[in-house]
Structures are given as C-alpha cells and as structure tokens.
C-alpha cells in the first residue's frame, strides 16, 4: 500500500482498515473502521478533503477526488463498485450502492440507501433522493424505491467486505516475483 503525506497532510486510517499494497492513499483523506480499500484504488487528498465513514468498501480502480478547498465526504456502510469514479461529491449517505463503473460528478448529493446504478453517470449538482435508484447516462431517477427486501441483501454484502478487510489484514501475503 502507498499511504503518503503531501504538503504536510497524512492520511488517518481507523483501526481495522485494510488498504491493498497496490492502492494510492495520500494527503488530507481520513477513513474509517474496518472499511476495504481494494487493488489499484487511489484516493486522492491532495486539492481537498476526502472524508470516508466506517465499514465502507473502495472497490479495485476506484478513484475519490476532490477539487482544491473543497471536501468529499462518504458516509458509513457504503459500497463503491469496481473503476467508479467519486469527483468532487458533496456528499454520498450512509449504505449507498454506487455500481461497478458509475461517475458521480462534482458537488452531487445520494442520499441514505440510494442506488447509482452500473456505469450511471451522476451530473454535476444532480442529487439521488434516499432510497432511489439512479440509472443511465445521463443518470435518471426511477420511480421505484429500494425495498427492505434489497437491504436486506445488501447488508449481508457490505458485511462481507468488512469480514474481507479483517481476513487480508491476516491472511494476504504478497509474492516477490521469481
């Protein structure tokens, strides 16, 4: 892993984190408890502030970055998908979904349980009502709402990747190449 400090502003990792050796963690970032930062994630503090709750999953590819004086703040339990993009959000809410290779752009707004679908892109100041789903290019809101049922589900899924933090923090060794 390559955590760093730029301009004099570290990273603060909370107890139970696991960042993968191949991920990118500098500058004014705080993360929370057992949240998975996965391969090749990059999580970029060096305009802003990024600001990520507790039992969060960085999914592999994903980028988080902010603009310069401005801050990204995520909330807890939230699942960002493998290669999304998270540019300068105002604020993410706590159990969103944000789906494998969606953008959600500058100063954006998903509320609690929301749903950014696969490969959404989430414009500019748009915000995703709490329990929504947001689907497309350019993203729309559905009608439908997330059900208990969906929660359910995706509780189990989220604890997962907690679970999966704790067992690479012991289990992953990495190879030197032969």
């Not at 998903?110 to 929504?132: D, K, L, M, N, S």
């Amino acid at each position: 892993m390559t955590t760093g400090t730029f301009e004099g502003k570290t990273p603060q990792i909370g107890d139970g984190t696991y960042i993968h050796p191949s991920a990118d963690v500098f500058g004014d970032v705080t993360i929370g408890e057992d949240c998975w930062i996965g391969p090749g994630a990059r999580i970029r503090g060096d305009y802003g502030t990024i600001i990520i709750g507790h039992h969060c999953s960085v999914e592999d590819n994903c980028v988080i970055h902010v603009r310069p004086g401005e801050q990204t703040t995520i909330g807890n339990w939230v699942t960002i998908g493998h290669a999304a993009v998270i540019h300068n959000v105002k604020m993410i809410h706590d159990y969103v979904i944000v789906g494998m290779g969606a953008v959600v752009s500058d100063w954006a707004v998903v509320g609690r349980w929301g749903v950014v679908g696969e490969g959404a892109v989430v414009r500019q100041g748009q915000e995703v009502p709490a329990e929504h789903i947001a689907v497309g290019v350019p993203a729309r809101v559905l009608d439908k709402t997330v059900g208990e049922d969906y929660k359910a589900q995706w509780s189990h899924f989220k604890q997962t990747y907690v679970d999966l933090a704790s067992r690479y923090r012991t289990g992953y060794k990495p190879q030197k190449d032969a």
